[in-house]
């Protein structure tokens, strides 16, 4: 089973970008769909976006379409989440996550999860 570490977060400005990185380990990611959700103190787990196992498709919610670009680079084992724009409404812990079971952007669908990486961005 693969093994998920999130990297790339901090504490950055309003109006400023990040960007996020997921590494795994263990078995290629090339069989698996890729994503990042976020998770507030006593919110439930959202997507953010999802991508395909080549690429070719992805996802995005509403509240990050056009600030938040999901890539992958499966030669490296690599998934990840540039975020331009960003606002202080997403300090949040975002996860990485993966499934092998198809494409689908709810937590639920997601049986591989990695630690998460604290965001904050100041007003």
């Known amino acids: 089973q693969v093994q998920l570490v999130e990297s790339g977060g901090g504490l950055v400005q309003a109006g400023g970008s990040l960007r996020l990185s997921c590494a795994a380990s263990?078995?290629?990611?090339?069989?698996?769909?890729m994503a990042w959700f976020r998770q507030a103190p006593g919110k439930e787990r959202e997507s953010v976006a999802a991508i395909s196992w080549g690429g070719g498709r992805t996802y995005y919610a509403d509240s990050v379409k056009g600030r938040f670009t999901i890539s992958r680079d499966n030669a490296k084992n690599m998934v990840y989440m540039q975020m331009n724009s960003l606002k202080p409404e997403d300090t949040v812990v975002y996860y990485c996550?993966?499934?092998?079971?198809?494409?689908?952007?709810?937590?639920?669908?997601?049986?591989?999860w990695g630690p998460g990486t604290q965001v904050t961005v100041s007003s």
């Open positions: 263990g078995h290629t990611l090339s069989s698996y769909v």
């Open positions: 996550a993966a499934t092998i079971r198809g494409w689908g952007v709810l937590p639920t669908s997601y049986d591989v």
